[in-house]
Antibody
Framework: VQLVESGGGLVKPGGSLRLSCAASGFSFSRYNMNWVRQAPGKGLEWVSSISSSSSYIYYGDSVKGRFTISRDNVWNSLYLQMNRLRAEDTAVYFC??????????????WGQGIVVTVSS | SYVLTQPPSLSVAPGRTAVISCGGNKIGSSSVHWYQQRPRQAPVLFIYNDRDRPSGIPERVSGSKSGNTATLTISRVEAGDEADYYCQVWDSSRDHSYVFGTGTKVTV
């Protein structure tokens, strides 16, 4: 059971990057999935969520209009298309599985994280 | 935006008890979850639904809640407990967002 992120790297301000997250060992299509990021030396910040069938998608205020989350339940993969990147988007990006019950959701499985650096 | 407040740091001697608080005005009406993040590692779910332990989390770890404050307690602290700890609630009224606490660094 694991999540493995890829696609990070160094990009200039205003540029774009696409992150991927490969899931294995569980029924990917049954879970909502999420991206969470952590800026250097800072705490955790939720970025975006997508429901199991992609019917519901949500974004944090800091990335609305710039980032797009998507998934492919055939290939068991989660994606984050990041456009118009800013220096403040520099962070480790984690892919995380959501588990919801009793009217609340938590993140019960995390990837190892991938570094995104936005700098000229 | 909604804020969950935690003490920035806590120092505890081996064998003693670490108590970490998480405060916010929606905590009383929400389930609280806790994560442990060891240095240079990904977070791990540590406590869910206020007080339940995921498989593999030892019994010396416990969670509780009273009013608008949730508490994570780690008894008989070990060197391996040195980590950052974050509380989290899910806000269904605002973009179905995961709201994290400010984080507490525990030094053993």
């Amino acid at each position: 059971v694991q999540l493995v992120e890829s696609g990070g790297g160094l990009v200039k301000p205003g540029g774009s990057l696409r992150l991927s997250c490969a899931a294995s060992g569980f029924s990917f299509s049954r879970y909502n999935m999420n991206w969470v990021r952590q800026a250097p030396g800072k705490g955790l910040e939720w970025v975006s969520s997508i429901s199991s069938s992609s019917s519901y998608i949500y974004y944090g205020d800091s990335v609305k209009g710039r980032f797009t989350i998507s998934r492919d339940n055939v290939w068991n993969s989660l994606y984050l298309q990041m456009n118009r990147l800013r220096a403040e988007d520099t962070a480790v990006y984690f892919c995380a599985r959501g588990d919801c019950s009793g009217g609340s959701c938590r993140l019960d499985l995390w990837g190892q994280g991938i570094v995104v650096t936005v700098s000229s | 935006s909604y804020v969950l407040t935690q003490p920035p740091s806590l120092s505890v001697a081996p064998g003693r008890t670490a108590v970490i608080s998480c405060g916010g005005n929606k905590i009383g009406s929400s389930s609280v979850h806790w994560y442990q993040q060891r240095p240079r590692q990904a977070p791990v779910l540590f406590i869910y639904n206020d007080r339940d332990r995921p498989s593999g989390i030892p019994e010396r770890v416990s969670g509780s809640k009273s009013g608008n404050t949730a508490t994570l307690t780690i008894s008989r602290v070990e060197a391996g407990d040195e980590a950052d700890y974050y509380c989290q609630v899910w806000d269904s009224s605002r973009d179905h967002s995961y709201v994290f606490g400010t984080g507490t660094k525990v030094t053993v």
